[in-house]
């Protein structure tokens, strides 16, 4: 596809299960980022990939939240336990490694947790 | 600790009409700074961007201003039209990362 794609777009899930949230990047972009975003808020960082690497995971709330990108293209996000404070829209962008290229969003996969 | 601040909240214009959006932010290592545009069920999309070594960035009827000294920046969009109306966000990223630092967002509505 041309974009960045994200499924589910909707996801809902009851307290305590595990959910897993996946992103299909633009082709040949070695960057990859998750975002989540709460109602009203602007995109908070999650982590960041370089390549098949989490290069950075600072934005990860707690243990709960894992990511893998195993072959540098497809990364998937994986909560474990979740909980009602988890519901949010998670977002996924992928950008070319250099300075300042642009980063492309997907159009998020809605999660709420009842 | 909210690194980039933006404002107002959310904002009505008439069409025709200017509609400016402010952001400033805290941290100097910052040296890139974009404005996204999302749409309800969209993901956010870019807008138009600026570096700090330049004051001011024109694409269209969107236009950034850069205070480096004042450490703010502003979105003026002209000639306003309905189908802005969508929440604006700045942002700023820096380091080898590159991750963005998003403000809070601002609701346009542009009436016809």
């Known amino acids: 596809g041309a974009g960045v794609s994200q499924t589910p777009s909707n996801k809902v899930t009851e307290k305590g299960k595990y959910v897993e949230l996946r992103c299909d990047p633009i082709?040949?972009?070695?960057?990859l980022y998750w975002y989540r975003q709460s109602l009203g808020q602007g995109p908070e960082f999650l982590i960041y990939?370089?390549?098949?690497?989490?290069?950075?995971d600072s934005g990860l709330p707690n243990d709960r939240f894992f990511a893998v990108r195993p072959e540098g293209s497809v990364s998937t996000l994986k909560i474990q336990r979740t909980e009602r404070g988890d519901s949010a829209v998670y977002l996924c962008?992928?950008?070319?490694?250099?300075?300042?290229?642009?980063?492309?969003f997907g159009q998020g996969t809605r999660l709420t947790v009842v | 600790q909210q690194q980039v601040k933006q404002s107002p909240q959310s904002l009505i214009v008439q069409k025709g009409g200017i509609s400016i959006i402010n952001c400033a932010y805290e941290?100097?290592?910052?040296?890139?700074f974009p404005w996204y545009q999302q749409f309800p069920g969209k993901g956010p999309a870019l807008l138009i961007a600026?570096?700090?070594?330049?004051s001011e960035k024109k694409e269209g009827r969107f236009t950034i201003s850069f205070n480096k000294s004042a450490k703010q920046f502003s979105l003026h969009i002209m000639d306003s039209q309905p189908g802005d109306s969508a929440t604006y966000f700045c942002?700023?990223?820096?380091?080898?990362?590159?991750?963005?630092?998003f403000g809070k967002g601002t609701l346009l509505t542009v009436n016809p």
């Open positions: 962008a992928s950008r070319f490694t250099g300075p300042n290229t642009e980063a492309f």
């Open positions: 082709s040949g972009h070695t960057a």
């Open positions: 990939f370089q390549g098949t690497g989490a290069a950075d």
């Open positions: 941290n100097t290592a910052f040296d890139y």
């Open positions: 600026i570096r700090p070594d330049v």
């Open positions: 942002a700023a990223s820096g380091g080898s990362n590159y991750k963005l630092t």
